[in-house]
């Protein structure tokens, strides 16, 4: 089975940089996703990591290294939309489809 | 181009009753995920289909089934509601099993009371 874990709070300010951890244990591995959802709504793809190394996209980059089972998301320039809860999910390696999800990281950026 | 559309939005049920959700895929999408998400957690996967079968089952009684439509459309079914099923649920969409990308709908607010 898959196990992921993830801070469950963080508090950073507005126009800063924050690192938001993701550590999983799996029985298969096919690419580790982040993902963002704001109160009610849907959750939305934010990155996809196969390799190890960073990704970067714009104001966010993903890192992995699967020798250690270690995912971090970064977010720089923080704007007070970023506040949210951001999801580590582990993508199983027989079928693409079905994701293990962390319990999400709520983000609160204050001014 | 419509994305993932769920309905209903909310829903109230008692105890004891069956309830069905809806999910359309994106446009061209062909395969559909559902995944119930409890307050504070994290998404949980339930099953996909693709090809109208279930290709895929997560950690779910068999009180939850599904099914898939020749349009690609699907419906989620739970029998005999529980307390513990009240939940968001989720549908994602992605072109083929092996998509690397699953766009999710909106959901379907479940309270069971």
């Known amino acids: 089975g898959q196990n992921i874990d993830q801070p469950t709070e963080m508090t950073a300010t507005e126009g800063a940089i924050v690192q938001i951890n993701c550590t999983y244990q799996t029985s298969g591995f096919n690419g580790l996703f982040w993902y963002q959802q704001h109160a009610g709504e849907a959750p939305t793809f934010l990155s996809y990591?196969?390799?190890?190394g960073l990704e970067e996209k714009g104001r966010f980059s993903s890192f992995l290294s699967r020798s250690k089972g270690y995912s971090y998301l970064l977010l720089k320039e923080l704007q007070m939309k970023d506040s949210a809860s951001y999801l580590c999910a582990v993508r199983d390696n027989t079928n693409a489809g079905k994701s293990t999800f962390g319990d999400g990281t709520t983000l609160t950026v204050k001014p | 181009d419509a994305g993932v559309t769920q309905s209903p939005t909310h829903l109230i049920k008692t105890r004891g009753q069956q309830v069905t959700l809806r999910c359309s895929p994106k446009?061209?999408?062909?395969?559909v995920s559902w995944y119930q998400q409890a307050l504070g957690q994290g998404p949980q996967f339930i099953f996909q289909?693709?090809?109208?079968?279930?290709?895929q089952r997560g950690n779910f009684p068999d009180r939850f089934s599904g099914h898939q439509f020749p349009n690609y459309s699907s419906e989620l079914n739970v029998n005999a509601l529980l307390l513990g099923d009240s939940a968001l649920y989720l549908c994602?969409?992605?072109?083929?099993?092996?998509?690397?990308?699953?766009?999710f709908g909106q959901g379907t607010r479940l309270t069971v009371v």
């Open positions: 994602a969409s992605s072109l083929g099993t092996t998509s690397l990308e699953a766009f």
């Open positions: 289909y693709y090809e109208e079968e279930e290709r």
């Open positions: 446009s061209g999408h062909d395969t």
């Open positions: 990591n196969v390799l190890d």
